[in-house]
């Protein structure tokens, strides 16, 4: 089997320190391959966004990030230094954030963001660009994501473009870059129905032509359905359900992802009841329990007595569940 | 927008008129409305009633108040601002102010220089600290230093300083027409006198502006797309906190100016405070007119210098 992309093992990340530290991701394991696009599918505060966050070591300095195996195409991201993980993020490893706004600095045009970002990558002794020929490549990205005006744009301030198009430069500026990793934390989820389609095909022909990995945060399983090979179900900071898109959209194995099946559904369906998962979605505890057990319409006495193992359904789907025999 | 740009001009100018003419006239009333007579101020107490009325009819005092007003209004936009009743008599207000505002701008622009490069070094090393031991003794004077009135610190700068180490001299100016290097001297204690409150409060504002800047999204791309920490302060984070920083800039010259005033007292600076408050004293009404009318206009230049800087900084203003 060859090395994945990414390989994380038992990965832990918790905020603050002593009686106040709270863990927000409990041991999340997951391999991404490379080309591959996995969804990692979850409600808020379920620690998907932490997950990803972590993996770019972007959190801030009152989070501890632990884990059993954090590698990057072999090589352990926990002991690559400081200096050489900035060197790893943008050209290796990059992120589309969730609010194109707010993703851009203000004071700053489009052209400039996109220059300066090619030029952290690419100038220098080994790079192949002089800093003349930034902007004709910027311009040429733009072209790529479908803006008709590069130059326009390039000279414009970030108030002045609307979230659609923002996001559709940081798409372009991020996949410019060529990184063989990206995770993508909500792209769509502040934008229109119609806008998102757009953003959704543009990151599905931009994966495919870079061939990237792309691990792709979501609350939205419609939206998984279109672009994801594989969905991980995240539940209180761990993932309680992965397996192939078709599969787990089709046979749900664990009763929370048959839940947000069911939601998703009655959605689309007028008339309809909607169906809702009852009880406070939230972080519940995983000590001696399923935390998902207190919401749980198939809850037996072993949930409440003992953390579920996780168990194979089928070759590459595999169940963090007691009703699935192992 | 060439139109656009000139109409702005156009309607900018004509605010400083209005403002200028309405801030003279508040002067000019509430100086009247005050006892007091530059007549007694310039011939003495034993002056007889017709030497009084004679200098009352020779500077036009025996009008009504609104003709003495427009008398003022009219030479003053010609240029004249009339002659020194009591202090100075018969000297050329323009003369008088010519010689001392050199002195008040430079210690007004030494205070302000000293007040940003003290804040900027301060206020980054503050939010580059931030929770730690340079940032609490940098909060904690900047909160000392805005609850100290600008005279009190004045004596304490002149004890240390002057008195005690005797590295500034203690009282007096040479002005920078006759030396440079003199002035930058005899004018380092006031300057820090008025600089030490305003650098206070810029401080503040700009550490505060540091910290929020620093947790904008934005940054976080930055970092993500693996620019490093220098460049992400100077161009994300410094770059945008330099908004706030410099509006508070400008609203900060009026306090300076009004600082100026006590400032130049005490340290027996020849400039337009000190002379404003002499005037005042001896009811030197012109002098009393041409110097508010001075920092009137100074205020209102500088306010249109700051909205000029804050528009060049913030693209979303343009």
Known sequence: ?326 | MAFALLRHAVMRSAGVMILALMGAAVVFFAMRAAPGDPALTALGEGASTETIAAFRARWNLDEPLIVQFGLWVANALRGDFGQSLSIASGTDVYTLLADRLPNTLFIGVYAIILAVLISLVAGTAAALNRGGIIDTVATSIAAAGISMPDFWIGYVLIYAFALGLGWFPAYGFISPVESLGGSLLSGFLPALAIAAPMAASFTRILRSALIDNAHRDHVRVARSLGHGPSFIFLHHVLRNALIPFVTVIGLQVRYLLGGTVVIERIFGINGVGSLMIDAAFGRDYPIIQACALTFLLIVLLVNIVVDLICTMLNPRMR
């Open chain 1, 1 to 326: 089997m060859p090395t994945p992309l990414l390989r994380v093992r038992d990965l832990r990340t918790s905020f603050g320190s002593g009686d106040r530290r709270s863990e927000v991701v409990k041991g999340v394991s997951f391999d991404l391959n490379k080309g591959e696009v996995l969804g990692l599918i979850g409600e808020s505060g379920s620690g998907k966004t932490v997950t990803g966050l972590s993996v770019l070591q972007l959190l801030p300095d009152n989070a501890h990030v632990e884990a059993a195996e954090l590698t990057y195409n072999g090589r352990s991201l926990a002991e690559v230094g400081a200096k050489d993980m900035q060197r790893l993020r943008g050209a290796d490893l990059a992120m589309i954030f969730q609010d194109p706004v707010g993703s851009f600095n203000p004071a700053k045009t489009i052209g400039w963001h996109i220059v300066k970002a090619l030029g952290r990558h690419s100038v220098g002794p080994s790079g192949d660009l002089k800093p003349g020929d930034l902007k004709a490549v910027a311009a040429e990205l733009l072209k790529q994501v479908n803006i008709r005006e590069p130059e326009r744009t390039m000279a414009s301030y970030p108030h002045q473009l609307s979230g659609g198009m923002l996001q559709r430069v940081l798409i372009a500026m991020v996949f410019g870059l060529n990184p063989k990793l990206v995770i993508a934390d909500e792209p769509t989820t502040n934008l229109d129905n119609l806008v998102e389609r757009q953003i959704l095909e543009l990151i599905r022909s931009q994966q495919r032509q870079h061939d990237t990995g792309v691990l792709f945060v979501t609350h939205d399983l419609t939206v998984a359905r279109h672009l994801c090979d594989r969905v991980a179900v995240m539940y209180s900071g761990r993932i309680v359900e992965i397996g192939p898109t078709e599969r787990i959209l089709e046979r749900p194995a664990h009763p929370y992802t048959a839940g947000l099946l069911a939601t998703a559904r009655s959605l689309e369906k007028r008339d309809a009841a909607l169906y809702e998962i009852k009880g406070e979605p939230g972080a519940t505890s995983w000590a001696k329990r399923c935390a998902f057990s207190a919401r749980c319409p198939q809850v037996t006495d072993r949930c409440t007595a003992a953390e579920p193992t996780e168990r194979t359904v089928e070759a590459g789907h595999s169940v963090r569940c007691f009703n699935h025999a192992a």
